[in-house]
């Protein structure tokens, strides 16, 4: 789950982390109220941001500045109500219901830190980089040597070493060094204590010069663990309904795993790790899924007519691939279920079911017996995957 850059920084603030002062706004009179009240607090520059769920904000027009707080109302309402487009919103962008409005920072340098989950060495990692403010896959792809990390042992936690190899790897001096540590140290207890899958500060940025220069986190992205948010009722409910895909929520509330993807051939598999295969089967076959979609163990009737109902809700989907391994349910009521649910709703694509494991022949003369149009069964993986991605094609 994601949370927007203002949620965000209020989580920082909690962990002893310095960001900009700053409040959300949901209409240009209240973003005017908020510039006035930091111009009263000796704020004599402002920045209007857009919150949406993706990056690249500036480069789609969604960041700009503000000479006076005069000028505040009037940006803040050029940006709301917009669809803005970046780089991570896809074509159709996201619509701009509220803005954040800070206090613009002084700027020495920007610093790149962040913390993510890393399954190699069952740890967190802590990335960092003097090239602050860029994508860090263009800066891996450019200056590898400029990104530095350490990684955490879960049992041992972040030691102090590790914050000063990264200070100096930052080229940070003493009483920087210093501010660094207790900065990591509070992203890192967030970090764990608040179940995070990310934490990235893209600019980190020094302000000001000597030793009065002060860190703070001039933007911030966090993202947490979707299965630990039954232990994290505060964090739950920072969700912004509206920001997600309508139908990655509709499959939340019917116990579906979906992801909307841009191909063609719509995907039903139960289990993530078979979905996954079939996806790259599917890419293997020369064709592009259009989702991934795994309906878990227990793929009965109705939970296929759900899936069903999500995946015939993508207007690009051409063919569905339905790749099921009977292991806890028998292949033969799978086979039932999906006949049944595909005779009701009526699905007027081809159909190409792949069934193995528990009572799979019995499952397969059910799904040849069906009599529906345009429903193929499958022995092996490639098979399913050469006829659907044939059929996306109308071949």
Known sequence: MNIHEFQAKSLLRQFGVAVPQGEVANTPQAAAAVAEALARGGASGFVVKAQIHAGGRGKGGGVKLASSAAEVPRIAAEILGMTLVTPQTGPGGRLVRRVLVEAATPIDRELYLALTLDRGSEGFAIIASTEGGMDIEEVAARTPQAIHT???????????????KLARALQLGAEQSQQFAALLGGLYRLFVERD???????????SGN?????????????????????RQPQ????????????????????????????????CMVNGAGLAMATLDMITACGGSPANFLDAGGTADRERVKQAFKLILQDEQVRAILINIFGGIVRCDLIAEGVTAAAAELGVGVPLVVRLQGAEARRGREILDRAGLPGLRSAETLRQAAELAVAAARGS
């Open 235 to 266: 964090i739950a409910a920072l969700r912004d309904a509206e920001e997600e895909d309508p139908r990655e929520r509709r499959a939340r509330e019917s116990g579906l795993a979906y992801v909307g993807l841009d191909g063609n051939v719509g």
């Open 210 to 230: 000597g030793a009065n220069a002060a860190l703070l986190a001039l933007d911030a992205k966090l993202g947490f663990d979707d299965n630990a948010l039954f």
């Open 150 to 164: 350490q990684l955490v042992d879960p049992n041992l936690g972040l030691r102090p070493y590790q914050s000063r």
């Open 196 to 206: 995070a899958s990310l934490i990235e500060i893209n600019p980190l940025v020094l």
